[in-house]
T-cell receptor
């Protein structure tokens, strides 16, 4: 069955540290990939997405992710985190066509940034 | 402002009772989705609907039912057959996956 794995369940960093959150998927076909973020008390919101083209995708708030097809990975990165980045992060894979598909989410990674 | 409204925010029910969670959107999106969020398990798809009067089971549909009589509304009923209904339920909609999902604020259901 198709699945998405986020290996880091809970990450604690100090401000200005670099961040990399892992995401791997198991699906042999064409994939479209997303990262969502859930700040405390807020809705889930889209951070960035990959559909095609440049495998290095830039999102909001200085985040970026790199799609590496050979490794079935879509890791999220940020060079220098801030306290306001404290949130839960979800990787997701789109199964099906871009019009009628559904998202499969990973387990989520809780990021805690210490001031 | 356009968005998705889930109500109520908190819901308490006795074991054995059915309960319906509301999800309304004014975004004119065709597709709507219900997910269940549990700690350490991420979001799991319960049901989804691509168009009015049509819906499909997701990965964990057992013990749940939905209807899609109007484009704007996609209510989820948690039935007494759901073995572990206490969870956070999220509704989402989309106008096309290239845009991703728009999420509601969720309903936390506690069954006692």
């Amino acid at each position: 069955a198709q699945s998405v794995s986020q290996h880091n369940h809970h990450v604690i960093l100090s401000e200005a540290a670099s961040l990399e959150l892992g995401c791997n998927y198991s699906y042999g076909g064409t994939v479209n990939l997303f990262w969502y973020v859930q700040y405390p008390g807020q809705h889930l919101q889209l951070l960035l997405k990959y559909f095609s083209g440049d495998p290095l995708v830039k999102g909001i708030k200085g985040f970026e992710a790199e799609f590496i097809k050979s490794k079935f990975s879509f890791n999220l990165r940020k060079p220098s985190v801030q306290w306001s980045d404290t949130a839960e992060y979800f990787c997701a894979v789109l199964l099906g066509s871009s019009n009628t598909g559904k998202l499969i989410f990973g387990q989520g990674t809780t990021l805690q940034v210490k001031p | 402002d356009g968005g998705i409204t889930q109500s109520p925010k908190y819901l308490f029910r006795k074991e054995g009772q059915n309960v319906t969670l509301s999800c309304e959107q004014n975004l004119n999106h065709d597709a709507m989705y219900w997910y269940r969020q549990d700690p350490g398990q991420g979001l799991r798809l319960i049901y989804y609907s691509q168009i009015v009067n049509d819906f499909q089971k997701g990965d964990i549909a057992e013990g749940y039912s939905v209807s899609r009589e109007k484009k704007e509304s996609f209510p989820l009923t948690v039935t007494s057959a759901q073995k572990n209904p206490t969870a956070f339920y999220l509704c989402a909609s989309s106008k096309g996956m290239v845009y991703g999902y728009t999420f509601g604020s969720g309903t936390r259901l506690t069954v006692v």
